[in-house]
């Protein structure tokens, strides 16, 4: 009789056991428009920072005897106000710091139902998602039992609640296979601009290459995380303000680029990541600038705009702000730790204003062309493609002159002169025009 009754309370889990949504949050269907932002971004940091624990504990004779539930995000001490900001905002969990630490902890059972219908709302994006199912199944199996149901007594039920434990974390599998779960995980991945906001603020980085004055923003993840860089990927490309030309070139590029890295010692791992000033100047930087950053990622963020703008403007090539601009470098990421043992000497204000106002070296055309102010002359950098109107109507767009010279028959020295003096050139049977790209956009 016993088996039965708790065969039938495992079968029907899925059917019986929701009723928690409407006793524990059921605000989350009313929540105002800045409530759905905090939330959004929560969970796109929870995506980057968080892990769900389920932990068996024994009795004396070495015996499982219950199960314990624990959701936890842990920080470098010096980010403990997002904690703060996090826990008070939710009005659940502890908060405790250790050494270099601080840890935020949901472990009550109210808490982790509030947790549940949070994330059943704004879902996880990476295969973190994975891992929150089965903590969820294995929670609410283990509280939604009946009372006539003991943990110890009840093999059934602590297997199947080890099965959903042996299947988390580290012991996934990293190669996403077409099972049920993989693919309800891969069609519910959704990016948003605060999920986005969050999850950058967790893996996301600002750096730049000191060799040549170089921005880069990058996000590195282990090689299943793959699918998910691919959305955040097409997110950014319909969701920056680009138009369609400055589309063509994406689509035809890599200025957006997803690699995957072999491993040397650790596991393989992808990256996403721009390295072209006109999109991150542009584009990136201006959306990102309208929101805002709540961990110390975000001071990374404003010195990597300083720099991005420097590098717009051309001015990193002048010795003095080249050398302000690597004094400032050595102000970000891990050097402003409070843990950092190594010397760092603070860019003052007055060294951030000769940055910012600096005179731009460069003057931006309105065909895409950039000129060099000293010399005069044209800048290699491809910020145009080539529009070629053909007699019946149909339109071409092309990525370089070359390409263009390849539909067309002109010379290469004569359609550049041409292109230079005008704005379109007409030929028999053709107009051909360039178009600049990635031009300035308000978000």
């Not at 199947?160 to 190669?175: A, E, F, H, P």
């Not at 080249?322 to 003052?348: A, D, P, Q, W």
């Not at 092309?398 to 002109?410: G, Q």
Request: glycine letters at 4%.
């Amino acid at each position: 009789m016993r088996k039965n009754l708790i065969q039938y309370n495992i079968n029907n889990l899925n059917n019986n056991s929701f009723k928690f949504l409407s006793r524990t949050y059921a605000s989350l269907h009313n929540v105002d428009k800045l409530e759905v932002q905090f939330l959004e971004w929560f969970v796109g940091f929870s995506d980057a920072e968080s892990s769900f624990i389920l932990h068996k504990v024994l009795d004396k004779k070495g015996d499982i005897s219950k199960f314990s539930f624990m959701f936890t995000i842990e920080l470098h001490i010096d980010d403990l106000s997002v904690l703060e900001f996090i826990k008070n905002k939710l009005k659940i969990g502890n908060l405790r710091t250790y050494k270099d630490k601080c840890i935020f902890t949901v472990s009550d059972k109210q808490g982790v139902y509030q947790l549940i219908s949070i994330f059943d709302k704004f879902n996880l994006n990476t295969t973190k998602y994975l891992d929150y199912k089965n903590f969820k199944e294995a929670f609410l199996l283990y509280h939604e039992r009946s009372s006539n149901v003991k943990i110890a007594e009840s093999k059934e039920l602590i297997n199947k609640i080890l099965g959903y434990k042996s299947n988390m974390n580290t012991k996934r599998s990293v190669i996403i296979s077409p099972r049920s779960k993989e693919l309800e995980y891969l069609s519910k991945i959704n990016i948003t601009k605060d999920w986005l906001l969050g999850f950058i603020e967790g893996d996301g980085s600002f750096f730049v290459s000191r060799t040549d004055i170089e921005p880069v923003f990058s996000i590195e993840l282990s090689e299943e995380q793959y699918p998910m860089l691919v959305k955040i990927k097409e997110f950014l490309e319909d969701n920056l303000g680009f138009d369609k030309y400055s589309l063509f070139k994406l689509k035809s590029s890599s200025i957006i680029s997803i690699n995957k890295q072999k491993a040397r010692l650790g596991k393989p791992t992808v990256i996403l990541s721009i390295k072209n000033i006109f999109v991150l100047n542009n584009y990136l930087i201006p959306l990102l600038d309208s929101m805002e950053f709540i961990s110390k990622k975000g001071c990374d963020f404003k010195d990597f705009k300083v720099i991005c703008g420097a590098v717009y403007r051309g001015t990193h090539k002048l010795d003095e702000i080249r050398s302000l601009i690597l004094k400032l470098s050595y102000n970000m990421n891990n050097y402003r730790l409070s843990t950092n043992k190594k010397s760092v000497e603070i860019l003052s204000e007055q060294e951030r204003n000769l940055i910012i106002n600096a005179e731009s070296v460069y003057e931006y055309l309105e065909d895409g062309r950039i000129m060099d102010k000293k010399t005069n002359k044209p800048l290699i950098h491809r910020n145009c493609i080539y529009e070629i109107r053909l007699s019946d109507e149909e339109i071409l767009l092309v990525d370089t002159m070359k390409e263009a010279l390849s539909k067309i028959n002109v010379s290469f020295r004569t359609l550049k002169k041409l292109l230079d003096e005008e704005e379109s050139v007409k030929l028999p049977n053709y107009e051909v025009k360039r178009i600049p790209i990635f031009t300035i956009k308000k978000i």
